[in-house]
């Protein structure tokens, strides 16, 4: 609360958020497409710079002689007044509790009376013509943007007339209608006729900026390259769409399906985080708190929220259709006004393609971004406004959903005996009681077909089901073109079954199919309803029916791959600490788990069709079952629908030895005495990015929980230090952070910094001179009741009940999946940890930096700006076996260039092998 009621405002606190500010811009500076401001009222706050960077928080502000710190202070004095805060405070104790809590403290916050700051500024239009930086409406802007972008976005603002129009957005909420037509990916939606045009790959529609005044309503749509030079034919046939929509003749159904829709998510709310659900609480305090106190928990979840124009909604429970038929009028009526505002004179159309290499003209001021802005011809407009007539194009409402969910179908089959509570809320005793773990319902031997497991939902009480299959085969992933065809089969498939999919995707149902290193694997959730049919639908087509989910032609199959190289190709374009622990991840995966962005890129670019259906035709062919099904399903249930994929499936079943081989962490070479840490360096793939990284890696090779809680609690002590040093203190970086992975059974503590300011090599020698003083600056220290205090967080964590069933079955599936089979796998690890000691910590830490520890070092060097060296070399010469060990530091470490990766990976697996 303090710092509400008596902030310090220092100077020095002043500059290190000055330098984190720059440093955030760094990281979003070469990201960053923005032309929406530029497009805005220049007179209207809407239209400034809501960043900051070097040049207007420091430079300007010296050329104008403006002291920012005092400047920091005049706002928080004409500004931070209680009658213009709000708050949201979310916890396990009673309401009473955390009022007690919240009212001392945060009541001495002043209340200044001060009007809200919009008041100054209600009556400036957000958008005016003759005022722009850019050309806003009968203008397209077209973008050269970093990454492999192909879109257009159509947007239109949306200005209120008046606070209770406003109001009625909120309350009736319209948009959401409007969106449901617009963005509906079913048969006879504006997607289905872009892509069966070849123009499209993926469409989304919704509200944009949301102001007190003025919202923007937008429709983005992922163009291919055939769409991009029919882009006038696209948005042509948006505005079909919309005029048939404005047209009126909206069938009932399709509000009361979105009514239904939305009451269903309401009534089977799942549990998210504390903090996140504050944030979203304080938020609509602002919103729905002026109209009605009772709105604020309801209010951003719930549609239609008045029953007459003058009578608020009067309870929160889940309904199942509109109070009445004015009601529902009402919701129609305000969509048409929406639908109205969407025309042709007031749209803004952005494409952005790298097409417009060499093509700009201009430069965005704040970020640098490149782009043209050219008027639309008056023929186009003409077009866009006689937009040929939606049936014509084969457009049209979608149909009702038959995966919504009946009442019958909601029923619950067990009762809940072990309601989810809050860790804090239990003894102790109770929260370290393992969960009932699923019970092996069907086992068909080592040799055998099927290994199924089932759990019958008893703590979460929702009508909800998950059904995991997987078909253990190492066929499928074991060259770079077969993961390459694994994942073009994957996104045709999708994409093929995503018109039926789609209205199931509405009524809470979901699937996923992914092929991986060890087989493929099938995924269906949500509610049970209908949950038996949709899973045999999509499993029939995807490994009986199979060439109905691949491309049909080569046209088609080249949309796919396009897709894909460049989903590839934004490799390039990742932030260098995303680099630095991509290629280290890879030096500690084996070949066969994961495959180089540049190896996949190879493959894609000379695989063909007939490649891809010889690859699907043999994808079910062969392998052994193992499942998992849990939630409102009996066990008769379970085994009935395993029994109905097994058939439907039809695969061979494969001996023992055939089984693909679990995931083993490569081991790093050990650091000997007089030598240092491996190092791996990387020259920095974007040429733009001016960002230099670092990443130490720690890899513990220990399976056991004493060392798997050893190595969190350890993060745990030093995480929130590092960051104090490197970034608060040192101010060497935005990114600065720590973190334990899982590969495999063992674990890895890593360090990362990325900077604009200082080169790779210096951020490596600070985070090693912070690791050096580890033991005796932040572990010897420590007394026995800090260790209780890391533990006791420690512990509560891991004995936190899952919130939602769908973490319950990911946990559970993780341990059939790895064949660990232990359920009760946290509640054991917090047993280990309360009997950690100091000299347990201290031990740990010294395997892990004294000699013989296992550690690599990768650096990522920019090819520009203050942070830039001169570029490694991609070889040190391992990669071809140099006799004369030019691969080796002074210190006789390992020294790594991205060509050397492959044959270093090669022979850990040999090494491997053989130990």
Request: proline share 5%.
């Amino acid at each position: 609360a303090s710092f509400f009621t008596s902030p310090l405002f220092t100077q020095s606190a002043t500059s290190r958020e000055l330098n984190a500010a720059f440093q955030e811009f760094a990281v979003r500076y070469l990201s960053a497409v923005s032309d929406e401001k530029a497009r805005a009222n220049q007179e209207h706050p809407f239209s400034k710079f809501f960043t900051g960077d070097k040049a207007t928080l420091l430079d300007d502000t010296k050329k104008k002689g403006i002291d920012l710190r005092e400047e920091l202070i005049k706002f928080y004095s004409a500004y931070y007044s209680a009658n213009q805060m709000s708050f949201a405070v979310v916890g396990p104790q009673s309401l009473n509790t955390l009022k007690k809590m919240i009212e001392a403290p945060f009541s001495a916050i002043p209340n200044k009376s001060v009007n809200a700051p919009e008041n100054k500024w209600l009556d400036i239009p957000p958008f005016k013509e003759d005022n722009t930086l850019i050309p806003a409406n009968k203008n397209i802007v077209e973008i050269l943007p970093v990454q492999e972008l192909r879109q257009v976005t159509i947007g239109w603002p949306v200005v209120f007339e008046s606070k209770e129009d406003s109001v009625s957005m909120d309350l009736v909420k319209p948009d959401f209608y409007v969106t449901h037509l617009l963005g509906h990916e079913g048969p006879g939606s504006l997607l289905s006729y872009l892509k069966s045009q070849g123009w499209a790959n993926a469409l989304g529609a919704g509200t944009n900026t949301e102001l007190s005044n003025f919202e923007t309503f937008e429709i983005s749509i992922e163009l291919t390259s055939k769409g991009l030079a029919a882009m006038d034919h696209v948005v042509a046939g948006v505005f079909s769409y919309i005029n048939m929509l404005g047209a009126g003749n909206m069938p009932n159904y399709i509000f009361d399906e979105v009514l239904k829709l939305s009451e269903l998510e309401w009534r089977f709310l799942q549990r998210g985080s504390a903090g996140g659900y504050a944030q979203s609480l304080v938020k609509a305090v602002v919103d729905y708190g002026g109209v009605s106190p009772s709105l604020v928990v309801a209010g951003p979840r719930k549609l239609a929220l008045r029953e007459t124009p003058t009578k608020l909604l009067s309870s929160s429970e889940a309904r199942i259709e509109f109070a009445s038929v004015a009601q529902r009028d009402e919701a129609k009526q305000l969509s048409l006004t929406l639908l109205s505002k969407l025309t042709v004179n007031d749209a803004f159309v952005t494409v952005i393609s790298k097409d417009f290499e060499g093509k700009t003209d201009k430069v965005e001021k704040w970020y640098g971004t490149q782009y043209r802005a050219r008027p639309i011809s008056t023929t186009t407009l003409e077009k866009w406004n006689a937009a040929p007539p939606a049936s014509s194009l084969g457009i049209a409402l979608p149909r009702p959903n038959v995966f919504i969910p009946s009442e019958k179908g909601l029923r619950l089959k067990s009762n809940v005996v072990e309601e989810v509570t809050d860790a804090r809320a239990r003894s102790f005793e109770d929260r370290m009681k393992p969960i009932r773990p699923p019970s092996l319902i069907r086992d068909d031997g080592e040799a055998g077909r099927w290994t199924v497991y089932h759990k019958q939902d008893d703590r979460f009480g929702e009508p909800k089901a998950f059904v995991i299959f997987q078909l253990l085969t190492k066929e499928v992933y074991s060259s770079a073109d077969k993961a390459a065809l694994a994942q073009l089969y994957q996104t045709a498939a999708t994409d093929i079954l995503n018109e039926y999919a789609y209205d199931a995707s509405l009524a809470g149902l979901s699937y996923d199919i992914q092929v991986l290193p060890r087989g493929i694997r099938l995924t269906f959730g949500g509610y049970n309803d209908k949950l038996d049919d949709f899973a045999s639908y999509i499993s029939q087509k995807l490994s009986r029916d199979i060439n109905d989910v691949l491309p049909e032609n080569d046209a088609e199959f080249d949309r796919y791959k396009d897709n894909l190289m460049r989903a590839l190709t934004a490799f390039n374009v990742k932030q260098p600490y995303a680099h630095a622990v991509y290629y280290s991840a890879l030096t500690l995966q084996p070949r066969s788990f994961q495959y180089t962005n540049a190896q996949l890129r190879d493959a894609v670019r000379r695989l063909t069709l007939p490649d891809l259906r010889e690859y699907a035709a043999s994808l079910w062919s062969s392998g052994k079952g193992e499942a998992l099904i849990q939630g409102n399903l009996d066990k008769k249930e379970a085994l009935a629908l395993v029994d109905k994929i097994d058939k439907t499936v039809g695969f061979k079943t494969i001996p023992i030895e055939e089984y693909p081989p679990r995931l083993k962490a490569l081991p790093l070479p050990v650091v000997v005495k007089g030598s240092g840490p491996s190092r791996l360096s990387i020259s920095e793939p974007n040429p733009s990015n001016n960002n230099a990284a670092t990443q130490i890696v720690f890899q513990c090779l220990d399976e056991s929980e004493k060392a798997h809680v050893l190595v969190e609690l350890l993060n745990s002590v030093i995480s929130e230090p590092f960051f104090e040093d490197l970034r608060t203190k040192q101010q060497l970086g935005y990114i600065v952070s720590t973190g334990v992975k899982a590969i495999g059974n063992t674990r890895t503590l890593s360090f990362v910094v990325q900077s604009n300011v200082a080169p790779a090599s210096k951020l490596t020698d600070a985070a090693w001179k912070f690791l050096e003083g580890i033991r005796s600056t932040y572990l010897e220290p420590l007394n026995e009741g800090d260790i209780g205090v890391y533990v006791k967080g420690l512990v509560d964590g891991k004995t936190e009940p899952d919130k939602r069933l769908s973490i319950e079955v990911t946990r559970n599936w993780s341990e059939i999946s790895s064949g660990r089979l232990q359920f009760n796998r946290l509640q054991a690890e917090a047993a280990s940890a309360l009997n950690l000691s100091k000299d347990d910590l201290l031990q740990y830490w010294d395997d892990l930096f004294a000699d013989n520890g296992r550690i690599l070092i990768a650096e990522v060097v920019p090819k520009v700006g203050s942070a830039s060296s001169k570029a490694p070399p991609t070889t040190t010469g391992y990669a071809e076996g140099n006799k004369k060990g030019t691969y080796l530091g002074s210190d006789g470490s390992l020294r790594l260039g991205i060509d050397d990766i492959e044959q270093y990976r090669r022979d850990r697996e040999d090494y491997l092998a053989a130990s």
